[in-house]
């Protein structure tokens, strides 16, 4: 069975840094493209960052280019997202997904989901 697993959420202060992990089993990692999305209260699920099977090509929200940084590593089926400059406005639950054929990046796109992680950060 495909899982994804995260794990880095925490309280932070604003102005704080964080890294989350997400690490995947039941599939072969390096045939998969990764991405971060989040969630925040009383919000729809929104796209964070994505990476590609190779690692070669990122993207990111315009909400966190510039603090973000998405990242894999092969040899431990792991992607992360370290977020740095946290803000009262990136609080959120955050999720790891995967698509089995990469169209966009939408909620839609995805086909499997970690259960997340929550970040919260205060001012």
């Known amino acids: 069975q495909i899982q994804l697993v995260e794990s880095g959420g925490g309280l932070v202060q604003a102005g704080g840094s964080l890294r989350l992990s997400c690490v995947a089993s039941?599939?072969?990692?390096?045939?998969?493209?990764m991405g971060w999305f989040r969630q925040a209260p009383g919000k729809e699920r929104a796209f964070v960052a994505r990476?590609?099977?190779?690692?070669?090509?990122?993207l990111y929200a315009d909400s966190v280019k510039g603090r973000f940084t998405i990242s894999r590593d092969g040899a431990k089926n792991t992607v992360y997202l370290q977020m740095n400059s946290l803000k009262p406005e990136d609080t959120a639950v955050y999720y790891c997904a995967a698509p089995e054929s990469v169209s966009g990046w939408r909620v839609s796109d995805m086909d499997y989901w970690g259960k997340g992680t929550l970040v919260t950060v205060s001012s």
């Open positions: 990476i590609s099977w190779s690692g070669s090509s990122t």
């Open positions: 039941g599939l072969t990692f390096s045939r998969y493209a």
